[in-house]
């Protein structure tokens, strides 16, 4: 199967099934941490599940900056829909979501964007195959990360 029949039929599985979200719960963002972790009311930090984008800090790395702002642009602000998959936190105490703003699955559009690229943390791996295709199609398009 193609990439793009993938991508196609990952997508409209999705949007069957995406509003049937388990274990979903409402936030306000309080502040974009980097391209792949909130802050939301309340003081607790979210860490998006099944991504990995370019750090911030210490020292920027490649499209760190460009992930950040577009993380600012999709969740800054907004009230965010967060689904939980088997794991509660990480190891440093951050909730670990996947992420909405109405139909967008954020997760996923950083991984488009070329902004993040598809890391399994098992158990936490609902949507890998999604996110993987995801990533496969930012490759070969050389969006973002996959542009060096």
Not at 3 to 17: A, G, H, K, N, P
Not at 66 to 81: D, I
């Amino acid at each position: 199967m193609s990439y793009r029949v993938w991508i196609l039929v990952s997508t409209i599985f999705l949007l069957l099934f995406g509003s049937c979200q388990p274990s979903a719960d409402s936030a306000r963002v309080i502040e974009v941490t980097d391209g792949d972790t909130i802050m939301i009311a309340g003081g607790h930090y979210v860490r998006y599940i099944g991504i990995d984008a370019p750090e911030l800090y210490p020292e920027p790395e490649a499209y760190g900056r460009e992930a950040w702002l577009a993380n600012c642009r999709l969740v800054e602000g907004k009230t965010v829909h967060l689904e939980r998959d088997i794991s509660d936190t990480d190891r440093y105490g951050r909730q670990l979501r996947y992420v909405y703003v109405g139909d967008v699955f954020v997760n996923a559009e950083l991984v488009r964007l070329g902004l993040a690229r598809a890391v399994a943390y098992p158990p936490d791996t609902r949507h890998q195959e999604y996110l993987e295709a995801l990533e496969a199609e930012a490759r070969s398009a050389g969006r973002g990360v996959w542009n060096e």
